[in-house]
């Protein structure tokens, strides 16, 4: 089992910045994709950010220049750099870890709120 910690949420105005974090504990190896994902009142929980072990990063249209996603394998954590943030960048960030390639398990932190004032 995989247990993952997130921390960083909170408010802020529009145009300043946050940087969320995301910890792995427990069974820790053969980690694969990190990512985080958003999910708005009322909306599904979509993608925001996603990286490879190896680096390869991919990004949601909507927070493309802004936000950057990066990684500590040795730490097994992830975080989510946020600047320019907007009022539609609100919702409760979830760090996701899937374990393994050709079988793997995917893993949930328990989210972390951001709110973002106009």
């Known amino acids: 089992q995989v247990q993952l910690v997130e921390s960083g949420g909170g408010l802020v105005q529009a145009g300043g910045s946050l940087r969320l974090s995301c910890v792995g504990a427990?069974?820790?190896?053969?980690?694969?994709?990190m990512g985080w994902y958003r999910q708005a009142p009322g909306n599904q929980r979509d993608v925001v950010a996603t990286?490879?072990?190896?680096?390869?990063?991919n990004y949601a249209d909507s927070v493309k220049g802004r936000f950057t996603i990066s990684r500590d394998n040795a730490k097994a954590t992830v975080y989510l750099q946020m600047n320019s943030l907007k009022p539609e960048d609100a919702g409760v960030y979830y760090c996701?870890?899937?374990?393994?390639?050709?079988?793997?398990?995917?893993?949930w932190g328990q989210g972390t709120q951001v709110t973002v004032s106009s």
């Open positions: 427990g069974n820790i190896f053969n980690i694969n994709t």
């Open positions: 996701y870890l899937r374990q393994g390639y050709s079988q793997f398990h995917e893993y």
């Open positions: 990286i490879t072990r190896g680096g390869n990063t």
